[in-house]
């Protein structure tokens, strides 16, 4: 069967890359391979996840918004990638709206353009509740920081190396742990090992956060299904959000990451992420079949 062609945009939120593609004015149906082929660096595009925008399917709702790793998985949420989404349907003509109600396999989020160019998230409620992130904490004894638990995660088992994590879901579950220096943190090395814990049923993004005063941090993430990227949003969102629920942190907190810097709004309820959206350029791709 011949090859398929498909237009992209590539994008990026603070280095945190996609290639975004129209399902609206295109039909794609894409095989797990396909999803990766498209993310190879070297075979593809290149990008850390792959968006898709699809037309709604309920009232109220301007678009779907679905979310697809380089490992070809699909995936809740991505507060980055959601800023480049809003950006990406008004460039395309396919809205004029400045704010969106947008669904995710996460939940319904409401991004929204700012006027000096970036792109607010609505990123929802947080949620603690070990069962619904999914965390397996049966036998584990958390110690209290301020008003959060904070877990002893084992990376071996012969318990010689225990990290204390916060355990939370942004629609997408999250492991955050405090380091003094994040540029010396072994990110590759526990980020894997973290990501692929057996606590975690859905697998985990591994935040690795550095506080350098109680409105400022600096971020490093492990990415589930996908490795390190230059930034996260939702794990910005999800370090935050333990930072200050441990008594650390306050709102506004500024995110900087290796690609740029967030900024995030938290007071209890819904977490708002602000940044920025760059286009990089579009283009066409011939895809082979797989159906």
Not at 73 to 93: L, T
Not at 160 to 182: C, F, K
Request: glycine letters at 10%; charged letters at 25%; a negative charge.
């Amino acid at each position: 069967m011949a090859p398929m062609k498909l237009k992209f945009t590539k994008m990026h939120g603070a280095g945190n890359d996609f290639v975004v593609i129209d399902g609206v004015r295109q039909n794609v149906a894409l095989a797990p391979s396909q999803w990766r082929r498209l993310a190879d660096r070297h075979l593809g595009v290149g990008a850390d996840q792959l968006l898709l925008v699809e037309p709604a399917t309920e009232p109220g709702v301007d678009f779907v918004y679905r979310i697809f790793n380089a490992d070809g998985g699909e995936v809740e949420q991505c507060g980055n990638g959601a800023r480049c989404f809003v950006k990406f349907v008004r460039d395309q003509g396919l809205t004029e709206k400045r704010a969106l109600r947008v669904r995710t396999r996460g939940g319904l989020i409401e991004p929204r353009l700012e006027s000096d160019g970036r792109v607010t998230v609505d990123m929802g409620l947080p949620v603690f509740e070990p069962s619904q992130v999914p965390f397996d904490d049966r036998g584990l004894v958390p110690r209290a920081e301020g008003v959060d638990r904070v877990y002893p995660l084992a990376l071996d088992d012969d318990f010689d190396a225990i990290r204390w994590i916060s355990v939370l879901s942004m629609g997408n579950p999250h492991a955050v742990q405090r380091v003094d220096d994040v540029d010396a943190a072994p990110v590759a090395v526990e980020g894997p090992r973290i990501e692929h814990h057996r606590r975690f049923a859905q697998r985990v993004n591994a935040g690795f956060m550095q506080i350098e005063s109680p409105q400022r941090i600096r971020l490093r993430v492990w990415e589930r299904g996908v490795g390190e990227t230059l930034a996260c949003g939702s794990g910005a969102c999800a370090a935050v959000v333990a930072g200050i629920r441990r008594g650390l942190l306050r709102s506004p907190v500024d995110v900087v990451t290796r690609g740029g810097e967030l900024t995030i709004f938290w007071d209890g309820a819904a977490v708002l992420l602000t940044g920025p959206a760059e286009t990089v350029f579009s283009g066409e791709i011939e895809i082979e079949d797989d159906r």
